[in-house]
């Protein structure tokens, strides 16, 4: 009797073994994505849509947790976080790289690409998507690239040439080819958080900034600058990152499926970018607080002259073969 007892409780322990560990087995891969714009942007609708295609084709085997308007990190930290594991993906602006990689400052160097067209052919093409593993010794892996779309000038007075923007201040993003770049106009660059911009135009601490209209318009730039250069000089993207760690340590079968959604999710986001583009220049006009300059084919190649010499000065440290592939890339 004692016997048949022990068997009895020996099987329940190892039929409670069992559905322990087909429990453990059973839960889902969990996926914090942070990122620090609203859920209507480009990039809140690629997160959310990402979420939606991963949920569908992997139903209760991995969960997108979405995190928008910098609710779990800004920008300067996630990376850091994400080494830790405290969230496994990102999309932050290619500018923020440099600590990790000095590569990817080609993408700041001002006329580098004559349209998205060609941003596209770079970064789909050899060199692009090498550098998608430039920041991989550090821990990182990048997934894709995400677009914003090109910069204009705004400004409190109009910029026409170089000369206008000369003793004037202006806030960039964290990035000394940015820098260069203004002062390669006699300009005053300014680093300072994004969420500081509106107030700084406001009070006119600062004369004016650079971005995409979507930025322009979403941020109410328009209404506390006078003046759009139509300038399309530079390029705002995002790089799509996670852990190596994190990323290797999928199940292949999972990995090839998270990285299909992802593929998708980001095309559709790129769609959004495009379009929002176009519709949100035209609310710019149609608000009358703005106008915008359009620049003669003459005054547009003064800015050019004045800033392509900043190529120069960063090719080494990016690497001329980005230089170049980038240049390529504008041959249709």
């Known amino acids: ?21 087909t429990t453990v087995s059973a839960a889902p891969i969990v996926i914090k994505f942070s990122h620090v714009v609203a859920e209507n942007t480009p990039k809140g609708q690629m997160a959310n849509k990402f979420k939606e295609l991963v949920e569908k084709k992997l139903p209760g085997k991995v969960e997108v947790e979405v995190f928008p308007n910098s609710q779990l990190f800004g920008d300067n930290k996630v990376l850091e976080a994400m080494m830790l594991g405290d969230v496994q993906m990102a999309a932050p602006s290619l500018s ?18 004559d349209d998205m067209a060609a941003v596209d052919r770079f970064q789909q093409g050899p060199a692009g998507q090498k550098l998608l593993h430039s920041v ?17 000038l705004s400004a409190s007075s109009p910029l026409r040439v170089p000369a206008d923007a000369k003793g004037k ?3 960039i993003m ?7 770049q203004f002062e390669a106009v006699g300009a005053m660059p300014l680093k300072k958080p994004f969420s500081e911009v509106f107030t700084l135009l406001q009070t006119k601490a600062i004369d004016g900034q650079e971005n995409t209209w979507s930025n322009i318009y979403s941020k109410k730039f328009y209404e506390v600058q006078p003046y759009i250069t139509e300038s399309n000089h530079g390029l705002l993207d995002y790089l799509v990152i996670t852990s190596t760690e994190f990323w290797n340590g999928l199940p292949d079968d999972i990995r090839v499926e998270v990285k299909k959604c992802l593929d998708e999710a980001i095309a559709f986001g790129n769609k959004v970018a495009a379009e929002k583009s176009v519709s949100d220049r035209q609310k710019i006009i ?26 120069k000065k960063f090719e080494d440290e990016i690497g001329k073969e980005y230089v170049n592939a980038a240049i390529a890339a504008n041959k249709k």
């Open 96 to 113: 923020k790289f440099k600590k990790y990689t000095k590569s990817l400052q080609v993408f700041d160097l001002p006329f580098l690409f």
């Open 1 to 21: 009797m004692k016997s048949n007892k022990l068997v009895m409780v020996s099987l329940l322990a190892a039929a409670l073994c069992m559905v322990a560990v």
């Open 136 to 152: 991989e010794s550090k821990g990182l892996l990048g997934l894709g690239y995400l677009h914003n779309g090109l910069k204009q």
């Open 286 to 311: 149609d608000s009358k607080r703005s106008t915008i300059i359009e620049l003669t084919p003459e005054q547009r190649q003064q800015w050019v002259d004045k800033m392509k010499p900043v190529w």
């Open 174 to 180: 964290s990035s000394d080819v940015l820098a260069a």
């Open 169 to 171: 201040k202006f806030r």
